[in-house]
């Protein structure tokens, strides 16, 4: 029977992988948590930007920044590693759902593989089943400690529930409050059934409560704050944002619309013969869009929040399918097209065209939106593709930066720039970083928001312009890759950028202190049109900012005439 049911989790997992295949990215963001992780590694501490301050805890995810660490120590390339991991992490999720269908809850194999593969094949689950980022390991870890303390038919684990419960609190910052609703429902889930001895409960408590406090009192004493400074920059919770977290939700749901099944499945769970099990289950496939609607909606793609409560969404959909299953060809056969009808809604709108269809019309989704950096509403699809490009704008520049300061043998001893996506700018260039959303700078984190501002993208309400940093001197307030033109395309955009700087800084006289500089860089492919960085740079104390500009002006006459610089390396 376990073989059987084994060969048949195979022929779920296949679109899985690949549908994982399809979605393979690393998001901007998961860089943050590798140069943390690089630092580390280097002798540096948990720090994001070198120095002699206290070090800064811009991550929220400190067991997976230690993962990381592990990857870097060992030179394994980062960017493949820890989406490995998460695609593991997903395939024994995936597995432990299945498994849980036929073993304890003892549904149907059709069933119980219908239901599986509704998940398998949903496009967040797949599209977060990799990106470099902890959201399916802690959906893992979420799904474990529940399995070890409420779906277990003897009594529940303590020590197993311990241990996993504890690596659920070091993964995420908030969980160690889901370890808390996990044993507040796995208490009312035994008493329902009649199992009251609270043995386990208290060794899983005593196992979290012991190895977190240690954890805990670490980070106090290293990082000096008790929240990790991620959670400053977010933005306080006030009606309007409770809105846009609410917006954030139903927008998910009218895109794939499986997620509205959770309605009715949750009457299935709470039948009479199976409400042990079924309240804690429904408790847990609502939580998390209540908690993501609490906190006010994430700007990535996909639902990233929602993704810990599928595998019990998916546990709501085997009970309706089991209930509708009876005996009779026609009754199966319409259970069977009825699943698959789900799996094809919720799967449409996660692909590329022509395939991406949604059967809400935009006009009416778009009456939900929750992002708001950029004019047009983007489909979750097209927000997927911004996350990707991102990235590779990041990579660009920061390789770009790293070759510029290397170049210019800057006099600052610790050359400094102005940043807004920080992850792979930080990463590839290595220079000290002022972030304008505030995740690894505190005064930007700690500002009070004006409630009457204008409603900005989830998780950026904090940002400010570049120059409210320049009191901090920066030695690069702005810079900018150009590639596929050619020299005189290059002169082009440098004059554009002297025209900005002197046009809209003009009351802050910013020529006086920072003069356009380019250089050519590096590409990577070595036959490839040559690439140039243009940036605004810091005038240097003992420099005269005319003479500063006379060069430019000297070296810009160069590229219109056809003279491209020398590549340094």
Request: glycine share 6%; aromatic share 14%.
């Amino acid at each position: 029977m376990r073989k059987y049911r084994c060969d048949v989790f195979a022929a779920l997992w296949v679109p899985y992988a690949l549908l994982v295949y399809r979605f393979w990215f690393v998001t901007d963001d998961a860089l943050i948590s590798f140069r943390y992780a690089r630092n580390l590694v280097r002798g540096y501490g948990l720090r994001f930007n070198l120095g002699e301050h206290v070090p800064v805890e811009g991550y929220s995810n400190f067991l997976w920044v230690m993962l990381c660490t592990v990857f870097d120590f060992f030179r394994m390339d980062i960017n493949f590693w820890p989406l490995l991991v998460s695609f593991v992490c997903g395939t024994v999720l995936l597995w432990l759902v299945f498994d849980v269908l036929r073993r304890r809850l003892e549904l149907n194999t059709t069933v119980a593989a219908l239901a599986t593969l509704a998940l398998a094949c949903f496009p967040p689950f797949a599209l977060w089943s990799t990106s470099g980022m902890e959201t399916v390991p802690f959906a893992l870890l979420v799904f474990v400690t529940f399995e070890r303390l409420v779906l277990r038919r003897d009594s529940a684990a303590g020590v197993s529930a311990g241990i996993a419960g504890l690596l659920l609190a070091l993964i995420r910052l908030e969980g160690i409050a889901w370890v808390a609703v996990i044993l507040i429902l796995a208490i009312v889930s035994r008493r329902l059934a009649g199992q009251r001895g609270p043995r386990p409960f208290a060794v899983c408590t005593l196992i979290v409560c012991i190895g977190y406090a240690i954890y805990f009192g670490w980070r106090c004493w290293y990082f000096q704050e008790l929240l990790p400074n991620t959670a400053y920059a977010k933005a306080e919770l006030d009606a309007v944002r409770l809105v846009r977290g609410l917006n954030y939700v139903f927008s998910f749901a009218l895109v794939f619309l499986s997620p509205f099944l959770i309605l009715p499945g949750s009457l299935f769970a709470l039948r009479r013969k199976r409400i042990a099990v079924g309240l804690p289950i429904a408790a847990m496939a609502w939580a998390f869009p209540a908690y993501s609607a609490i906190v006010t909606g994430d700007f990535m793609a996909m639902g990233r929040f929602l993704i810990p409560g599928l595998a019990f969404s998916t546990i709501l959909l085997a009970w309706m399918l089991n209930d509708l299953w009876s005996v009779g060809w026609f009754r199966r056969s319409a259970t069977v097209v009825a699943a698959l009808i789900v799996i094809v809604v919720g799967l449409l709108p996660g692909l590329a065209e022509p395939w991406n269809c949604h059967l809400v019309p935009e006009p009416i989704r778009e009456r939900f939106r929750f992002r708001f950096n950029k004019p047009e509403f983007d489909s979750e699809y097209d927000r997927w593709q911004h996350q990707i490009e991102n990235t590779v704008k990041g990579t660009r520049l920061g390789k770009a930066l790293r070759s510029y300061v290397s170049q210019r043998h800057l006099s600052d001893k610790r050359p400094s720039y102005v940043c807004g996506g920080i992850g792979a700018v930080a990463y590839y260039s290595d220079v000290y970083l002022y972030d304008s959303n505030g995740l690894v700078t505190p005064e930007v984190a700690r500002r009070k928001l004006d409630h009457n501002q204008k409603l900005r993208t989830p998780g950026h309400e904090k940002w400010v312009p570049s120059e409210y940093f320049l009191k901090d001197n920066p030695t690069i307030l702005f810079a900018s890759v150009v590639e596929n033109a050619d020299s005189r395309g290059i002169a082009g955009a440098c004059v554009r950028e002297a025209r900005a700087l002197r046009q809209n800084y003009f009351d802050l006289r910013l020529d006086r202190r920072y003069v356009i500089d380019f250089a050519r860089v590096p590409v990577d492919d070595e036959n490839g049109s040559p690439r140039y960085i243009v940036t605004w740079t810091r005038i240097a104390a003992d420099s005269d900012p005319q003479a500063a500009w006379n060069d430019f002006e000297n070296r810009v006459r160069g590229l219109l005439r056809g003279e491209h610089l020398p590549l340094s390396r």
